[in-house]
């Protein structure tokens, strides 16, 4: 495997990584990223065999565990319940119980307030320009994902400044500061839920965390899966977390490239645009995985305790798969792209994700028919999310 250095927080490679991944896709299916001291997958083949292989996975195998510092564990105990860190057998139950729960037909319900909510906040934008990412972008998955839990929406702030705190805990070169906030937030969070948990568990309505605590108390009587309130409180959290960072960053970069291209989504083109907008340059470029026993993928040897990096961005632009793969072109033959992972750990939100992309983005460009770029928009230092730090625009 062919060693190749990048500093994940060199500006170059920040505002653009793409050449890079380009120069470590020539150099194989798998190269070793020394500023990680890890192997990486950079193709599609790669990427996809190491997220479907069984033989690898999230969970540290035995001897690889890492007691965190004891300032940082209440961090790391929500954490320890949410199924984005377990496998089977409980990764199956803890997802089991939240898919009983996140039903298609009640992430299809949800699309008129969709559009509803983009218009409200349309209307609310000031005259001339703005800065999209904090108008539009930030706002519409952290109300949606709050409206669908059944949170009310004046916690949208809390929810925001909770989530970012924690989220910061993935970023490269992270500092104390970042880690003392994180854990703060936390602790907010966590007091919040149980209290919440407790308050519908008396009062239950038609909203997620009123079915998810229906599908923890009936599993402790059925075969079905149960949740404990700690591992409840972790899938809302990881809901709110997951459901709205990755989303933002989905929309900025995707407003972005359909402005940067002159494509404008309507009802009939947003779904194509939108899922060539996720291949071409997704919010998560990089999770990783835990190696649990001697395997060979792809011609390379790994073995217990080593871990993977499967650099999603990169397998989005593997020429092997799609046709001038650094071409933005939503008239490209749909080929399942990288963007919501692969495997048993595929994004739980991809519908819902999907949905307001296809519908918040027509609902901008109709009532903004004029809009344009009001200069370069600079992707943030936050190597976990791959987001703009602000998008200016005139309409
Ligand atoms: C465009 C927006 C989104 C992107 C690009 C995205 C991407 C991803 C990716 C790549 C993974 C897999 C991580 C891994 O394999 O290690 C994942 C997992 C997950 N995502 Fe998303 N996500 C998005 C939106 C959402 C939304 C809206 C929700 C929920 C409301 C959500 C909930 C989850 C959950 C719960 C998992 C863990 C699944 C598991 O471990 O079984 N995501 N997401």
Redesign the pocket.
């Known amino acids: 495997m062919q060693p190749i250095s990048q500093s994940p927080t060199e500006d170059a490679f920040v505002q653009n990584p793409y050449p890079f991944y380009a120069r470590a896709r020539a150099l194989g299916d798998f190269v070793y990223w020394t500023d990680y001291s890890m192997a990486a997958a950079t193709s599609h083949a790669a990427v996809n065999a190491v997220?479907k292989d069984r033989r690898m996975g999230?969970e540290a195998p035995p001897g690889f565990e890492t007691t965190p510092p004891p300032a940082l564990a209440p961090f790391y105990a929500v954490e320890a319940h949410?199924?984005?860190?377990?496998e089977p057998p409980r990764?199956t139950r803890?997802?089991g119980s939240?898919l009983r729960a996140?039903t298609g037909r009640r992430i299809a319900v949800l699309e008129p307030s969709i559009a509803q909510l983009a218009d409200q906040l349309i209307d609310a934008m000031p005259e001339g320009g703005c800065d999209l990412l904090e108008a539009f972008a930030r706002q519409v998955?952290v109300i949606v994902?709050a409206r669908?839990l059944g949170i009310p929406e004046i916690m949208a702030g809390d929810l925001l400044r909770w989530s970012n705190a924690m989220v910061g805990m993935y970023q490269a070169g992270r500092s104390a500061q970042d880690e003392a906030r994180a854990v703060a937030a936390t602790n907010d969070f966590v007091d919040f839920m149980r209290d919440f948990i407790k308050m519908r568990r008396k009062d239950p309505r038609d909203d997620l965390i009123s079915h998810l605590i229906e599908v923890s108390e009936q599993g402790a009587e059925s075969d079905a899966p149960t949740l404990s309130t700690q591992e409840l409180i972790s899938?809302v959290i990881?809901?709110?977390n997951?459901?709205?960072e990755?989303?933002v960053?989905?929309l900025g970069n995707a407003i972005k490239l359909l402005l940067e291209h002159g494509q404008k989504p309507t009802q009939d083109n947003a779904l194509a645009l939108s899922e060539e907008t996720?291949r071409h340059d997704?919010?998560?470029h990089m999770?990783?995985?835990w190696v649990y026993e001697e395997v060979e993928v792809l011609g390379h040897s790994f073995k217990p305790g080593d871990q993977i990096a499967?650099l999603?961005g990169s397998a989005n632009r593997d020429g092997d798969v799609y046709d001038n793969p650094e071409v933005f072109d939503p008239a490209r033959k749909l080929i399942p792209n990288?963007?919501?992972?692969?495997?048993?750990?595929?994004?739980?939100?991809?519908p819902?994700?999907?949905l307001?992309?296809r519908t918040a983005l027509p609902v901008l460009f109709k009532r903004l028919p004029n809009i344009r770029l009001a200069g370069t928009p600079q992707y943030a230092d936050v190597y976990h999310f791959h987001g703009l730090r602000r998008l200016d625009v005139t309409y």
Request: hydrophobic content about 55%; overall charge positive; glycine content about 8%.
């Open positions: 997220l999230r949410s199924m984005l860190e377990a990764h803890l997802r939240a996140f998955p994902i669908f899938t990881l809901l709110l997951a459901g709205h990755a989303t960053h989905s996720l997704p919010p998560l999770f990783t995985r499967c999603l990288a963007a919501f992972g692969a495997g048993i750990h595929f994004c739980l939100g991809a819902l994700a999907r307001e992309l």
